[in-house]
């Protein structure tokens, strides 16, 4: 299975785009090519047993950032078989758009897939 993701306006809510994605193979994902605020992330692990950790990096035109090479501006961990919630006040800014990858290793170098697809859910304003 392929990486993907959609993508929904959100009318009378704080955060105004809701970004849901599927992502299993360990590559860079652009969820969008605009300036965003995150206001929360939720990370659904509970297909594997293993640790997944969501890199969000702010989006830098073509190319996009480099899995394993590229520092991501945010390291959001998830425990193994659990989901994870996060919250930002004030909402994370990103300048010029959100790129995101999940892999099973801390920090910048790893670029291991998820055993099976985590879904990612961020709201944006």
Do not use: K, W
Not at 52 to 77: C, N
Not at 80 to 109: C, H, K, M, N, R
Request: aromatic share 6%; glycine share 6%.
């Amino acid at each position: 299975m392929a990486n993907s993701y959609t993508q929904a306006l959100l009318f009378t809510q704080v955060s105004s785009r809701r970004y849901v994605a599927s992502v299993d193979t360990g590559a860079i994902v652009t969820l969008s090519a605009s300036a965003r605020q995150i206001d929360a992330v939720l990370i659904d692990n509970t297909a594997n047993s293993h640790i997944s950790y969501l890199r969000i990096h702010d989006f830098d035109g073509t190319p996009s950032a480099t899995l394993g090479s590229s520092s991501p501006d945010v390291i959001l961990p998830c425990s193994a078989s659990s989901s994870a919630d996060y919250a930002f006040d004030p909402s994370l800014v990103f300048g010029t758009g959100i790129e995101i990858a999940v892999v099973q290793e801390a920090g910048t170098a790893g670029t291991t897939a998820p055993s099976n697809a985590v879904t990612v859910t961020i709201l944006t304003s």
